[in-house]
């Protein structure tokens, strides 16, 4: 019999892409296109940030989402969270000569998080995630004046817990590729004390996004703690 504590990092996607290890060392170390989704949430998070506030990235990979607040003067005090090691080491080594502290860059797991920070980002995790309530609130509890979300939203919620083509050779794993009902996820936001409005995905253009062969309904929602 065997009983391991390695189940997170055996099952996740994360761990087991070479493609994704190279891209995300990359955009640490500022050498890859700007993605679209990182230029808006940096341009949508601007007039809500004074300088000195603290940004919590979560679900941030190797915390590339740095070089969007700097190119644009966004003087913030960085962090971020990711539940891959191999992302966080890779971040580690590459944002210090960028002046990130390799402190900052912590491998955490969302229902591990307890923290109080001024603004919360996510880009792109929920939708990968069984659901979205808890790791949701404990960003909303987390966030004393804003969250910027994007993810999969629409009329109405799909589930789908599908097989990823796109990892190394010999590695059969599933994700969750989920749509949430943009009016619900928009009431559960609200119901912490936050006023909500959703933003079209500029990349998109609201139209739905192929991405490992399934739809994705981008788009991203600006929260701001009432006062």
């Known amino acids: 019999m065997t009983i ?39 341009s949508l998070l601007a007039p809500l940030a004074s300088p000195g506030d603290t940004l919590l990235d979560v679900g941030c990979g190797s915390g590339w989402f740095v070089h969007s607040l700097r190119s644009r003067g966004l003087d913030l005090e960085y962090w971020g969270i990711d539940a891959s090691p191999t992302l966080i080491e890779i971040g580690r080594a590459a944002l210090a000569q960028f002046g990130v502290p390799p402190e900052r860059l912590l491998v955490r797991r969302l229902d591990d998080l307890r923290a109080e ?10 939708s990968n995630l069984d659901n979205y309530h808890r790791p949701l609130e404990r960003m ?11 993810e999969s939203l629409g009329k109405g ?15 059969d794993l599933r994700v969750h ?30 139209d739905p996004e192929m991405v490992i062969g399934h739809a994705h309904h981008w788009t991203f929602l600006i929260a701001e703690r009432r006062a």
């Not at 189940?7 to 891209?23: K, M, N, T, V």
């Not at 909303?140 to 994007?150: D, H, K, T």
């Not at 928009?186 to 933003?199: I, K, M, Q």
């Open 117 to 126: 920070v001024d603004h919360v980002i996510c880009m792109n995790v929920l």
């Open 177 to 206: 590729v989920n749509r949430y009902d943009l009016d619900e996820i928009t009431a559960f936001v609200e119901s912490y004390g936050f006023d909500v409005r959703p933003v079209v995905d500029r990349r998109t253009g609201g």
């Open 157 to 171: 919620s799909a589930y789908q817990w599908v097989e990823d083509e796109h990892l190394d050779p010999d590695v």
């Open 4 to 42: 391991g504590d390695d189940g997170w990092s055996r099952f996740s996607i994360w761990e087991h892409s070479q493609h994704i290890r190279e891209l995300y060392a990359a955009r640490a170390r500022n050498e890859a296109e700007e993605m679209t989704c990182a230029a808006q949430a940096a």
């Open 140 to 150: 909303l509890l987390a966030a004393r004046r804003s969250v910027i979300l994007r």
